[in-house]
């Protein structure tokens, strides 16, 4: 499969016209209760939105989709279906959008074409590197990862489970490992939403909220 770059024209419900890109970032302010609210806590936001999820723009076959790992693992959703996952009160997608600084663009076609490749791989509930499975950001990370010829482009840093209020572990991450049947991977490399948002590599230019 192979997204072609492409632009077209989406309409948010507060009616402002806004031209979405392939290779353009979605992040979103995902609600799956206390693991979201979780990782939203201990990473970092952009102003007083913070996101628990982060999917890639990709055209195929004319139509918009959203790259993304959720739920089984990686794969390709229309992007109608990804805005109306999560809403606020007034009917608006909870998402912002980012785009790489036109120096970097270059790094788009082979970083979509590396996650189509990916497509059903299975989602990391772990939450650890290279173990052949993605979590949402790490799938971004990656992809970027080699479309910049095997170099960081984004950046992993030391992963928390902690609040930062207490320095003890989150009660829902406690239960999540605990179910898994693992210990919490506490200071293990790893990426998030919010880290990427904030990369110096993109800007966010537009929110649907």
């Given amino acids: 499969m192979i997204c072609i770059l492409m632009l077209a024209t989406i309409t948010s419900q507060a009616q402002e016209s806004f031209v979405l890109q392939s290779g ?12 979201c609210e979780a990782i939203e806590k201990v990473t970092p936001g952009i102003g007083d939105r913070h996101f628990s999820h982060i999917g890639l723009a990709c055209y195929q076959n004319g139509e918009v989709y959203v790259i993304e790992s959720l739920g089984k693992g990686v794969q390709l959703t229309p992007l109608a279906k990804f805005l109306q996952r999560q809403t606020n009160k007034e009917g608006q997608p909870m998402v912002m959008v980012g785009r790489l600084k036109p ?6 076609e082979p970083a979509i074409t590396f996650s189509l490749q990916q497509i059903g791989t299975p989602y990391d509930q772990y939450f650890l590197y290279d173990n052949g499975k993605y979590y949402c950001s790490e799938l971004i990370y990656d992809a970027f990862h080699h479309a910049n010829g095997a170099q960081d482009f984004f950046h992993m840093y ?9 320095g003890n572990y989150m009660p829902a991450w406690e239960q999540y490992f605990q179910k898994l049947g693992t210990t919490i991977p506490e200071g293990l490399p790893g990426c998030n939403p919010g880290s990427i948002a904030n990369s110096p590599y993109l800007d966010i230019i537009f929110s649907y909220y």
Avoid: V
């Avoid at 120096?103 to 788009?108: A, E």
């Fill in 24 to 35: 353009d970032f979605l992040f979103q302010d995902l609600d799956c209760g206390d693991l």
């Fill in 103 to 108: 120096s970097y663009t270059y790094l788009i």
């Fill in 158 to 166: 030391p992963m928390t489970y902690k609040d930062p209020e207490t």
